[in-house]
Structure formats: C-alpha cells, structure tokens
C-alpha cells in the first residue's frame, strides 16, 4: 500500500496538531475562547495501510483520504479529499473502493460496512479500525478545535484527544502555546490507532 500515484489531486489542505490524553485544562480553555461550539456523534472506519503518510477512513459509506504533504514547526499539513466512486480515488484506494463496494448504497441494495470488510478476510491489504467519536468542535477566530473521545469497537477501549487546526502556522503556533501543547508529540489519530505505533492513551 506505500503507492502514491493519485487519479485526482486532493483539495482542502490544512495544518494540524493532535496531542493524546485528557488534557482537561486546555479542554477548559478552548471552550472559554471558542467563538461558536458544536457536538456531534459520528462512525468512523479507519483503514490502516503500512504507509502512514495516508489517513483513510470511511464515514457514512464515503471514502475519506488524506495525505502528508509537509511538516513543519511540529504541526503536519495534510490535504484531504472525499470519494463516492472509484474512479477519483487514488491509487491503490481505488481498488479498496471497489473491494468493499462503497458505491452499492447508491443503488439501494442492502448494505452493512462490517459484514464487507469482514469477507475480506486477512488478505485485504490494510486493517479495519471501527470507532464511535464524541466530538465537541469549536471555532476560534480563523482556527478550529475539537476535543473528542473515541471509543474502539473491538476492544471498548477509549481514547481522549485534542487538535487544533487551520492554515495559519503563525496563529496555530500561538494558540498551542497557550492550551500549553507545545511539548506535546504531534499524533495523527490512524497512528494512534495502529497497534504497532500504540501511541494513544486514554
């Protein structure tokens, strides 16, 4: 899965920092600057590939994918891009579309997520990760955040996480030394996921 010919160039980049752990204090400080505040409830299936410079999951029977473009002063910028057919996926993603026939959905045929990755079976080419997100998002100025636990569904397990994100570095940087981050590892959350990595903690 290292391949990284694409058919389609991703759009929507963006600079992010994840720190692992609960981290109540700088939680407590977002939700006082937050100009706006969201919760939401969301799946996820992540499908973890031996090249961690792609972030791929599936949300809602829509293929997520995104890619490491640089890193700098700690923070990873990544561009991401949605998929609901194989033809723009990008390669080697495109046959992962078709293997799990993301698009039946669209046809009105039934359709359950577990049950395709599971006749996959061991020789699929990545490892699927099912996960139930509580978020709680907030905006800060030009800059979002979220503060979001995420409970693994093989193991029950729960992991805490906080990321700040956007496209200014210089606004980013400011607002993670003030939530106090700032030695912190930066920790994309399939990484955390990836039990080789185990690098989340709850």
Same mark, same amino acid.
């Given at each position: 899965?290292?391949?990284?010919?694409?058919?389609?160039?991703?759009?929507?980049? /963006?600079?992010?920092? /994840?720190?692992?752990?609960?981290?109540?204090?700088?939680?407590?400080?977002?939700?006082?600057?937050?100009?706006?505040?969201?919760?939401? @409830?969301?799946?996820?299936?992540?499908?973890?590939? %031996?090249?961690?410079?792609?972030?791929?999951?599936? @949300?809602?029977?829509?293929?997520?994918?995104?890619?490491?473009?640089?890193?700098? *002063?700690?923070?990873?910028?990544?561009?991401?891009? @949605?998929?609901r057919s194989a033809a723009s996926?990008?390669?080697?993603? %495109?046959?992962?579309?078709?293997?799990?026939?993301?698009? /039946?959905?669209?046809?009105?045929?039934?359709?359950?997520?577990i049950d395709e990755v599971a006749?996959?079976?061991?020789?699929?080419?990545?490892?699927?990760?099912?996960?139930?997100?509580?978020?709680? @998002?907030?905006?800060?100025?030009?800059?979002?955040?979220?503060?979001?636990?995420?409970?693994?569904?093989?193991?029950?397990?729960?992991?805490?996480?906080?990321?700040?994100?956007?496209? *200014?570095?210089?606004?980013?940087?400011?607002?993670?030394?003030?939530?106090?981050?700032?030695?912190?590892?930066?920790?994309?959350?399939?990484?955390?996921?990836?039990?080789? %990595?185990?690098?989340?903690?709850?």
């Amino acid at each position: 899965m290292a391949s990284k010919n694409t058919t389609s160039k991703p759009v929507g980049k /963006r600079y992010e920092y /994840r720190v692992w752990g609960p981290h109540r204090s700088a939680r407590k400080l977002l939700s006082k600057l937050a100009t706006s505040k969201t919760t939401e @409830r969301v799946k996820d299936c992540y499908l973890l590939v %031996d090249d961690s410079s792609w972030n791929v999951k599936i @949300r809602d029977n829509t293929l997520k994918i995104k890619q490491l473009v640089t890193a700098k *002063d700690g923070f990873e910028h990544w561009a991401s891009d @949605r998929h609901r057919s194989a033809a723009s996926t990008p390669s080697p993603f %495109d046959e992962i579309f078709e293997k799990l026939r993301l698009d /039946r959905p669209q046809r009105g045929k039934k359709y359950n997520l577990i049950d395709e990755v599971a006749a996959l079976g061991a020789d699929a080419g990545f490892r699927a990760v099912f996960v139930v997100k509580q978020r709680r @998002r907030y905006r800060i100025g030009r800059l979002r955040a979220e503060a979001t636990d995420i409970e693994i569904r093989e193991t029950g397990e729960v992991l805490h996480t906080l990321s700040i994100e956007g496209d *200014d570095l210089e606004e980013l940087t400011a607002l993670r030394d003030r939530l106090g981050l700032t030695d912190h590892e930066n920790i994309a959350v399939h990484d955390a996921l990836d039990p080789v %990595d185990g690098s989340g903690s709850a």
